[in-house]
C-alpha cells in the first residue's frame, strides 16, 4: 500500500513539474493562432531588409563589434549617411516582382541607429543628411504595391548609454581573461548603465513603432542569448514579459518572431514562429508541422558588404524557397541596400532571376505546403514536392532534371489522373510501370527554361 502511496506522490509531483514548464500568456486556441497567421502561412515568401550605418563602412553589419570601434570611430558613418538614391517604391516594385508578399525593414539595428524619426533618441535618420523619417516611406511604399509590412527591431543596442556589457559588445574587455578579470571588467563599464531605463527606451520605441505606422503585420524582434551563457543577455533583460504584453496590446493582429527567448522561461507563446538562420535546405526537414520562417542572406552578410563574393546562385535560392514550402515553412531573403540607398547589381539579378521562375511557377509556392504521407518520394529521388490542400493539386519540383527522357514515381499508379508542367501547361504523359505499381514519366529531353521546372499533378 505504501508503495502506491509513494507512486502516486511521484506521479502527482512530476505532473507538476511539466504543468509548471509551459506556460502561456495569452489565452489564443491553436485555431485562433493559425487563423492571425494564416495570410502568412499563405504567402510562404517575404523579403529582409538591412540597411543602416553599416552600409557605409560596407563590411558587414556588425562591424562595430567585429572590429571593436568606439562610439567616436563609428561617428563618420552617422556625419556621412547621404542615400540619395533612396526610393522605397523601387524596392518594393523588386520585392514585388520576385513574388515576396511581405517585406520586414531593420528600424534599428545591434548598432543603435534608428531609421525612423523616434522622440527618445538623436541617434535616427531625420537628424542625418537623409532628414527623413525612412520607415515611413518604406510603410508607404510597401503597403501602395500590396505588401505586408514588418519591422525588424534590435533589442541590443551598441549606441545606447544605458545598455549594459556583454560578450558581443564593441567595447567588451580583450580575450583570454579570466572570469575574475572579466567580471571586474564588466563591472567598471557597466557604471552609470542602467537597463531599467533601457528597457523603458525599448517600451517607448516598440510604442511609437506600433502606433505612429497605421497595422503592422510583423514584428522580428533580435536577439537573446542561450539560457546558460553567462555573459549573455537574457528575457529578464529586456522585461520580455511586458514588452510582448505591450506588443499584443497595441497590435492584436501581429505576428512575432521567437527571439526574445520566452521559450526558455516555458512560455509556449512568447513568439508565434521559429527562426532557423542561415541553414542548409537539409536542416530545415525537423521543423515541420511547426510554425517556422528560415532567415537568408544572398551572401554571407545581411548589411550590404561590398567585397563579399560568396552569393548563392538561383538553383540554391529556389532551392531553399521550395525546400521551405515543402516542409511548411517560410523563406525570407534579405537585400542590404548601399549606403546611397539602393539594392546593388548582384541582388537586382538575383531578384530578377527568382522573379522569371516564380512569375510562371508560384502557385507551387503560395497556398502551398508538405503534402499527405500517402504522396511521399523516397529521399533518393532529391525531388521536392508541395501541395494544396484547397485545390489538392500536388507540385513536384525537378530540382534534378532527369537526362533520360524518364521519371520513375515508386508506387505512384492510382495515386493521380493527370500531370503537366506549371510554366506552360504542357502535358506530361505518363503510363504504369511493368512491375503494376510504378509510374513513369515522359519528359521532354530538353528542359525546360527554367533552373528547377515544375509539374503538376491532378489528384
Ligand atoms: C543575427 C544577427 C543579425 C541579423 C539577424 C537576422 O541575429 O545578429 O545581424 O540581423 O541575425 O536574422
Request: hydrophobic share 35%.
Amino acid at each position: 500500500m505504501k508503495k502506491y502511496f509513494t507512486i502516486l506522490v511521484l506521479l502527482i509531483f512530476t505532473a507538476q513539474i511539466s504543468f509548471s514548464q509551459i506556460k502561456k500568456l495569452f489565452n489564443e486556441t491553436p485555431q485562433q493562432k493559425a487563423e492571425r497567421l494564416k495570410w502568412w502561412t499563405d504567402a510562404r515568401f517575404g523579403m529582409f531588409i538591412h540597411w543602416g550605418l553599416y552600409s557605409l563602412p560596407a563590411r558587414h553589419e556588425w562591424v562595430k563589434s567585429h572590429e571593436r570601434l568606439t562610439d567616436s570611430a563609428y561617428q563618420k558613418y552617422f556625419d556621412n549617411f547621404n542615400p540619395d538614391e533612396f526610393d522605397p517604391k523601387k524596392w518594393a516594385k523588386e520585392a514585388k516582382a520576385a513574388g515576396m508578399k511581405y517585406a520586414v525593414l531593420t528600424t534599428k539595428h545591434h548598432e543603435g541607429f534608428c531609421l525612423f524619426d523616434s522622440k527618445y533618441t538623436d541617434y535616427k535618420a531625420t537628424n542625418t543628411k537623409a532628414h527623413r523619417d525612412l520607415v515611413r516611406e518604406f510603410v508607404d511604399a510597401f503597403r501602395a504595391e500590396g505588401i505586408k509590412v514588418g519591422f525588424y527591431y534590435s533589442l541590443l543596442d551598441w549606441h545606447h548609454p544605458d545598455y549594459t556589457m556583454d560578450d558581443v559588445h564593441p567595447q567588451r574587455p580583450a580575450d583570454g581573461l579570466t572570469n575574475v578579470q572579466k567580471d571586474s571588467a564588466y563591472e567598471r563599464f557597466n557604471k552609470g548603465h542602467d537597463m531599467k531605463k533601457y528597457q523603458q527606451y525599448l517600451k517607448n520605441q516598440i510604442t511609437e513603432l506600433l502606433t505612429n505606422y497605421g497595422k503592422i503585420d510583423i514584428l522580428w524582434l533580435d536577439w537573446t542569448w542561450g539560457k546558460n551563457d553567462k555573459y549573455g543577455k537574457h528575457p529578464e533583460d529586456w522585461d520580455a514579459v511586458n514588452l510582448i504584453r505591450l506588443v499584443r496590446k497595441l497590435q492584436p493582429g501581429i505576428i512575432v518572431n521567437n527571439r526574445l527567448g520566452l521559450d526558455q522561461d516555458g512560455y509556449s507563446d512568447g513568439g508565434d514562429f521559429q527562426t532557423p538562420e542561415q541553414v542548409s535546405s537539409k536542416e530545415l526537414l525537423p521543423y515541420k508541422g511547426k510554425y517556422w520562417e528560415t532567415c537568408q542572406t544572398f551572401s554571407g552578410s545581411w548589411g550590404y558588404y561590398r567585397d563579399e563574393n560568396t552569393w548563392k546562385n538561383q538553383r540554391e535560392l529556389l532551392d531553399l524557397l521550395i525546400t521551405s514550402t515543402a516542409n511548411g515553412g517560410n523563406l525570407i531573403l534579405n537585400v542590404g541596400p548601399t549606403a546611397r540607398g539602393e539594392f546593388d547589381y548582384r541582388a537586382t539579378r538575383a531578384l530578377d532571376s527568382l522573379a522569371y521562375w516564380m512569375h510562371e511557377n508560384n502557385q507551387s509556392i503560395y497556398n502551398a505546403t508538405f503534402p499527405p504521407a500517402q504522396y511521399d518520394l523516397p529521399d533518393s529521388l532529391n525531388e521536392r514536392l508541395t501541395y494544396n490542400p484547397t485545390t489538392k493539386k500536388l507540385y513536384l519540383h525537378l530540382l534534378n532534371y532527369p537526362t533520360s527522357g524518364e521519371l520513375i514515381l515508386p508506387k505512384y499508379n492510382g495515386k493521380i489522373s493527370y500531370a503537366q508542367f506549371l510554366n506552360d501547361h504542357s502535358e506530361v504523359p505518363f503510363k504504369v510501370a511493368d512491375n503494376g505499381k510504378d509510374l513513369v514519366l515522359k519528359l521532354p529531353k530538353a528542359k525546360p527554361p527554367y533552373v528547377v521546372p515544375v509539374i503538376e499533378f491532378s489528384l
